[in-house]
């Protein structure tokens, strides 16, 4: 597949591989570039073009045909290769760039906003002490791949009563009671699974787990609360 720099047409790669073709030599020691590697694009060019022009004017067959796809793909592997390898800023300028046929890089920030969307998810009991949760928006809440960048996952356990020391409860982040709103829930994860597995102490068994969801953006903006949900723990 071409890539956005690169056009769609043999015609127009021919014409972008002969503008290289005329600069390459003259900017050489200016540009950095390897004489073999713009000898190199000169002679794919020649190729390119003669088997193109034989298609052109001579009865197509499927033998003309794949040199012509052989040809025009070894003359685009090495432009992409050219490009990746020597093309840079600086000691290209911005007015080099434009002469090759490339769009400037786009410097420009993008403005990446807080989550808006709402997620949910649904519990499941993969095995023994885990809980398993399968995240998904919430009916009519569109998904936005650079604000809805991953998911923060909260949840808390309720202990059973009279049988857990107060060090335990700190040191577990057990909830004191059942939580009233996710933000009581005492612990978090981040991931960017949509499933993903929560696993708990051996003596978690039986005991009451609340869990609530919401998008995260890269920067660790979050959303809007999801629905809280709970499970007894397996």
Not at 199 to 223: A, H, L, T
Request: glycine share 6%; hydrophobic share 35%.
């Amino acid at each position: 597949m071409a890539q956005d720099w690169l056009p769609s047409s043999r015609t127009d790669q021919l014409a972008m591989a002969h503008n290289w073709n005329k600069l390459l030599p003259i900017k050489e020691v200016e540009w950095a570039i390897p004489k073999e590697a713009w000898k190199k694009l000169d002679i794919l060019e020649k190729t390119a073009r003669d088997t193109l022009t034989l298609a052109q004017t001579s009865a197509r067959n499927a033998v003309i045909n794949q040199q012509v796809r052989t040809a025009f793909g070894e003359l685009t592997d090495h432009m992409r290769d050219v490009r990746r390898r020597h093309f840079f800023m600086p000691p290209l300028t911005e007015a080099d760039w434009v002469s090759l046929g490339l769009r400037l890089p786009d410097t420009t920030p993008t403005t990446i906003g807080p989550p808006t969307s709402v997620v949910t998810a649904e519990i499941s009991y993969p095995h023994k002490n885990a809980l398993s949760l399968f995240i998904t928006p919430l009916a009519g809440h569109r998904y936005d791949n650079r604000a809805d960048w991953g998911f923060r996952i909260y949840f808390g356990v309720l202990p059973h009563t009279g049988d857990i020391s107060e060090e335990m409860m700190i040191e577990r982040q057990y909830l004191r009671r059942p939580p009233q709103n996710p933000e009581e829930l005492t612990a978090s994860h981040f991931t960017r699974r949509k499933r993903d597995l929560i696993e708990f102490p051996y003596d978690n068994s039986g005991k009451q787990c609340f869990i609530c969801v919401r998008y995260e953006n890269s920067k660790g903006d979050k959303g809007p609360w999801g629905p809280m949900g709970s499970s007894f723990i397996p």
